[in-house]
């Protein structure tokens, strides 16, 4: 797993199911959404992947509901 795969399940909790109904506290700000969709390109981790791009749109304002849509689509 990759640092940033670590980085989006700890922000998560470790599972999906745990975003949908707990807010999203984005406490890292190392990386902004450009970042995120950079590093999400190059994760292994598929799920990884999409969990980062739905915080990149989350970062430019999308609501969390259309982020995770977007995300997993």
Not at 10 to 29: D, H, K, L, P
């Amino acid at each position: 797993m990759s640092h940033m795969a670590g980085m989006v399940l700890r922000c998560f909790g470790g599972r999906a199911e745990a975003a949908m109904v707990a807010a999203v506290a984005i406490s890292r700000t190392d990386l902004d959404a450009a970042g995120l969709r950079r590093a999400a390109g190059g994760e292994r981790d598929a799920a990884a992947s999409r969990r980062m791009l739905a915080l990149a749109l989350v970062l430019e304002g999308q609501s969390r509901t259309e982020a995770a849509r977007a995300a997993w689509a």
